[in-house]
């Protein structure tokens, strides 16, 4: 560290920002001014280990040369940001196919500007074949935060003050495979016309809890025997943060519907061709399809994963992250830690000293975020290194091991 945190520039910035914008999810004082790897720089020269990639969102860290050969081809190409839904381009159709290469057969994809229109679009796509009937969904869920998604988000009761919700049918997200409310959905279905059913298989915002195999399981198995589409929500799990290309993979089932954001640098509704809306342009948005640049770098990050073999990676670290992570449970507290591949949640037992532990960490140069009540997630690039990962367990021990 150069400084004091924070240090004068960011503090400039910080006082602009709290007089001119809404204080929305901030935390600690970190401003980002430029990032290397796995390392983010504020703009008084301070440097953090990140354990965040800003979300999930950038998968491949930061200034990495692939990307930074992207934006370098753009930056004499003024027709970077065009209506993609009106006018065709080449970004747009090498990022579908490029997808399409990490989907199961016959998806088709539907791009978008974030995680919650991603979302909304699933739904719009179940209500179109179902018709205006209740959504079940998980409590503890996050969807989103726009009025359509936040029907079918749960993790947050400042999120819904005074909304007035759609129809919905709330279901335990079920962690254990001997859950007693483990076949609740069924006779929801038996005894309720429903439009769709909607879940995360690692709820992120709600905490980082991972779903039970048996769960997941008796979601598909229900949807199919009543023909309700299954909407799984991959918008932080999806493109190799657990290991796989997505979450459901570890569930051995395939969706009728996907949404995607985030690693991926746009929202994008994909779903079985068979669920395609019928009528021609049922699904638009200018932007949607419209970001070359962020298409581009989408299509790149997905071939470097490939390339550079990162969900092996993922794999190989998460392990290596999760053991170190397990040895802090039980010790100042610490109660619990859980996830799949870099995707790991580490419970403590107040709210009040995960947000100090947050805090400490960002002061000691270690970047992680809260999630759920009382969570810390943990979900550094796919780049990240061995002396990375043994690095940030050092400060997290250093830092948990004090009161
Ligand atoms: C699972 C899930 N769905 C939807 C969203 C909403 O995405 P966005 O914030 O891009 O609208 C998020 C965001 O964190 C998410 O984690």
Known sequence: MNHKLPGPNAIRIINTMKKYVYDSTFIYPLVI???HDCIIEDPDGNKFLDFTSNIGACPIGYSHPDVMEVLAEYSTNGTHKIAGQDFYSKE???????????L?????????????????NAIKIAYRRMGPLPGISC????HGRTLGALNFTFSNPVHKYNFPELPVKRIKFCTKDDDPEIDVT??????????????????????????????????????????????????????GHTGKWWAFEHYGV????????????????????????SNKSALSSTWGGGNRIDMAIGMRTIQVIKRDKLLENATKMGTMLMKG??????????????????????EFDTR??????????????LLTLGAGHKSMRIIPPLVITRDQIERGLAIMNQVLSRN
């Open 33 to 35: 001014a430029n990032g």
């Open 92 to 102: 747009h159709a090498d990022l579908a196919e490029t997808i399409s290469t990490i």
């Open 104 to 120: 199961p057969q016959n998806f088709k994809t539907f791009f978008t500007n974030s995680g919650a229109e991603a979302v909304e």
């Open 139 to 142: 409590f503890g869920a996050f």
């Open 186 to 239: 069924e006779s929801l279905l038996k005894e309720n016309k429903i439009a769709f059913i909607l879940t995360e298989t690692i709820q992120g915002e709600g905490g980082y809890y991972v779903a039970s195999k048996k769960f997941i399981k008796n979601l598909r198995k229900c949807a199919t025997q009543y023909g309700v589409p299954l909407i799984l929500d991959e918008v932080q799990s999806g493109i």
């Open 254 to 277: 395939t969706p009728d519907i996907i949404s995607a954001a985030k690693a991926l640098q746009v929202g994008a509704t994909i779903y079985n061709k068979k669920l395609e809306p």
């Open 325 to 346: 992570l397990h040895e802090l449970v039980g010790k100042n507290g610490v109660t619990d830690v859980r996830g799949l591949g870099l995707m790991i949640g580490l």
């Open 352 to 365: 009040t000293r995960r947000d100090k532990k947050l805090t400490k960490l960002f002061r000691n140069g």
